[in-house]
Antibody
Framework: QVQLKESGPVLVQASETLSLTCTVS????????VIWVRQPPGKGLEWMGI???????DYNSALKSRLSINRDTSKSQVFLKMNSLQTDDTAIYYC??????WGQGTLVTVSS | DVVLTQTPPTLSATIGQSVSISCRSS???????????LHWLLQRPGQSPQLLIY???RLESGVPNRFSGSGSGTDFTLKISGVEAEDLGVYYC?????????FGGGTKLELK
């Protein structure tokens, strides 16, 4: 069955780079795109970006300068990297396949 | 970027009551390919979001048919015909017609 699982650090220092991995199973990354979404504590959902099945990417305008999304299709993994972290980047980070399947999310806290 | 405005921000309902949530877009969500990529999600407390409706009015597999979506262009509505206790949570609209994709601010459905 389709599954997605986020992994990465729980705590990151301000100004450092966040690296998250979304490991998928039950489908191929060459057939489906994967989206990253984040949610600050107590707030709404924010679309971060997408890596399409052909490997192309689109990013949130406000995050574009410090965000990159890549993948390793052989390992069924999608990678998110975001630099120059600030405390307001503290959030639950989700990966999702077209909003129909979601990971459990991973809470990342940015410490000053 | 496309701005999605959801109203009301909070909705109080009794069990069995029918309710509607509005999502208005700052520009038409009709794609050049003829499709309209406006979707509805529900996030229950402490859970990952769940897809309810995709492409305006198509019911996601496994979602009860008391949920329905309608609209076109810039105005869209999610209707719940007979609220049940399991429907409580925050509802989001999201558009995938124009990059970058964007979420509405959310509508919290509470019990009256």
């Amino acid at each position: 069955q389709v599954q997605l699982k986020e992994s990465g650090p729980v705590l990151v220092q301000a100004s450092e780079t966040l690296s998250l991995t979304c490991t998928v199973s039950g489908f191929s990354l060459t057939n489906y795109g994967v989206i990253w979404v984040r949610q600050p504590p107590g707030k709404g959902l924010e679309w971060m970006g997408i890596i399409w099945r052909n490997g192309n990417t689109d990013y949130n305008s406000a995050l574009k300068s410090r965000l990159s999304i890549n993948r390793d299709t052989s390992k069924s993994q999608v990678f998110l990297k975001m630099n120059s972290l600030q405390t307001d980047d503290t959030a639950i980070y989700y990966c999702t396949r077209w909003f129909a399947y979601w990971g459990q999310g991973t809470l990342v806290t940015v410490s000053s | 970027d496309v701005v999605l405005t959801q109203t009301p921000p909070t909705l109080s309902a009794t069990i069995g009551q029918s309710v509607s949530i509005s999502c208005r877009s700052s520009q038409s969500l009709l794609h050049s390919n003829g499709n309209t990529y406006l979707h509805w999600l529900l996030q229950r407390p402490g859970q990952s979001p769940q897809l309810l409706i995709y492409s305006v009015s198509r019911l996601e597999s496994g979602v009860p048919n008391r949920f329905s979506g309608s609209g076109s262009g810039t105005d869209f509505t999610l209707k719940i015909s007979g609220v049940e206790a399991e429907d409580l949570g925050v509802y989001y609209c999201v558009q995938g017609t124009h990059a970058p994709w964007t979420f509405g601010g959310g509508t919290k459905l509470e019990l009256k």
